[in-house]
Structures are given as structure tokens and as C-alpha cells.
């Protein structure tokens, strides 16, 4: 349990959401947070475990990240991050490896397990493993053949001689 002090208000926060309040910018990097009850006072851009949300490192910060919503299928972009920052909001849950991020030379968004950087986090989705699977290989254009045979079992070589390809 954490505790939150803003200008005139005190409130308990568990772990869950204060993650989900940092990552959503409610709360400022000048609120004071308390872990427990006994703990010290601090700045929440001044603790270890927390300032990362607030973009202090000093790594170059590239990477946009676009993080699902929920169970719908929206997504919310965020950023920029460090490599630092996102291999961080993987470890602590506040994104997934099916996530997406983006940076400059990408043509496309790219699923969070499918780059090299992040790889350190296993692909832990039947999805995960899927879309890199789908990744090795060449998709072909779909083929429409229309055929209709003269009797009512199927005649391979007639098949063969009457197939029309559009």
C-alpha cells in the first residue's frame, strides 16, 4: 500500500494503481509518496521505482508505445520512452509483450516481442508466437478458380482440363 499526498489530500493507492495513475500523467512528479506507513516522505520523481515515469533518465528516448485498452480493442499511444524506460514498464506490467511501439525508420507499428531490444522479455502469448511465425513467411495473393462439373462426383481430369483461373 502506498500513500499519496497532494497539496491538501492524502489517499492509500495500491501498487496496481498508482502504476496506472503514473502511466496515465494524474499525478505530478512533485507529489510526495509514502510506501506503507512507516516509510519516508519522497518526491515521486525522486525514488528509484518511480521517476522513470517521469522521463528523468538520461538515455535518448525513441521509442513511441502503443498500449492496449483493456479488453476492447482500442489503443492508446504514449511517449517517447528509453529502451531503458519500456524494458522497465515491462517488468513492472504497465505494458505487455503483445503491446506495440514505433520509432523513426519504421514503416509500421511492431509487436513489443518481435524486437531484438526487448528480447530479453519471452514471448509468453500464443499470439507472440503466431505473429512471429507469420513474420517468416511471404504471404501470396489469393487465387479464385470457378469450376462447375458435367457430372455429379468429382472428375479429377476433368477438373484439370475445365478449371477457368481470374
Known amino acids: 500500500m502506498y500513500h499519496i499526498y497532494t497539496d491538501s489530500s492524502l489517499f492509500p493507492l495500491t501498487r496496481q ?5 503514473l502511466f496515465d500523467g ?7 509518496i509514502q510506501k506503507g506507513l512507516s ?6 520523481n525522486e525514488t528509484p521505482e ?4 517521469y522521463g528523468s533518465c538520461d538515455k535518448p528516448k525513441h521509442w513511441i508505445l502503443l498500449k ?3 479488453e476492447r480493442q482500442s489503443f492508446r499511444q504514449k511517449g517517447p520512452y528509453s529502451t531503458m ?7 513492472i506490467g504497465v505494458c505487455e509483450s503483445r503491446d506495440f511501439v ?8 511492431k509487436r513489443i516481442s518481435l524486437i531484438s531490444n526487448f528480447d530479453s522479455h519471452p514471448s509468453d502469448t500464443i499470439g507472440d508466437i503466431l505473429a512471429q511465425q507469420n513474420r517468416r513467411y ?6 479464385v478458380v470457378r469450376y462447375s462439373p458435367s457430372k455429379t462426383f468429382l472428375d479429377w481430369s476433368e477438373l484439370q482440363r475445365n478449371v477457368q483461373i481470374f
Do not use: C, D, H, Y
Open 17 to 21: 494503481e498508482l502504476i496506472q495513475k
Open 26 to 32: 494524474k499525478l505530478k512528479p512533485s507529489v510526495n
Open 39 to 44: 516509510g519516508a516522505w519522497k518526491k515521486l
Open 50 to 53: 518511480w521517476s522513470l515515469f
Open 68 to 70: 492496449r485498452q483493456g
Open 85 to 91: 524506460q519500456i524494458r522497465r514498464f515491462l517488468e
Open 102 to 109: 514505433w520509432k523513426k525508420g519504421f514503416k509500421e507499428w
Open 138 to 143: 511471404t504471404t501470396k495473393q489469393a487465387r
